[in-house]
């Protein structure tokens, strides 16, 4: 069974920085991507950043471009989200997903089989 536990999150003021973890286990899959997204209350969830497991490529939604890095440690199986410059609107609980990878490449609007219970990020201004 695929378990993905996020941790990292917390409190912080405007233009400060926060590193989430995501550790996963159970999954068997060679080729993968991994995803963060994140939602606000009253919001709908938004795709942030995502990363496939063997070429290491990265997309970024235009929100968080230039602030935020996706990473990757395969050997932990964990994905990192270092994020600096944080701005109020960052402001949410953000979940890391997974899904297998066909190879064609990954996309924060393709759809995710596996999430994560979320940790909370706050940015103060």
């Known amino acids: 069974q695929v378990k993905l536990v996020e941790s990292g999150g917390g409190s912080v003021q405007a233009g400060g920085s926060l590193r989430l973890s995501c550790a996963a286990s159970?999954?068997?899959?060679?080729?993968?991507?991994t995803a963060w997204f994140r939602q606000a209350p009253g919001t709908e969830r938004e795709g942030v950043a995502i990363?496939?497991?063997?070429?290491?490529?990265?997309r970024y939604a235009d929100s968080v471009k230039g602030r935020f890095a996706i990473s990757q440690d395969n050997a932990k199986n964990t994905v990192y989200l270092q994020m600096n410059s944080l701005k109020a609107e960052d402001t949410a609980m953000y979940y890391c997903?997974?899904?297998?990878?066909?190879?064609?490449?990954?996309?924060?609007?393709?759809?995710?089989?596996?999430w994560g219970q979320g940790t909370q990020v706050t940015v103060s201004s």
């Open positions: 990363i496939t497991t063997v070429s290491s490529i990265t």
């Open positions: 159970g999954y068997t899959y060679s080729r993968k991507c």
């Open positions: 997903a997974a899904a297998p990878s066909s190879g064609g490449g990954c996309y924060l609007g393709a759809n995710f089989p596996y």
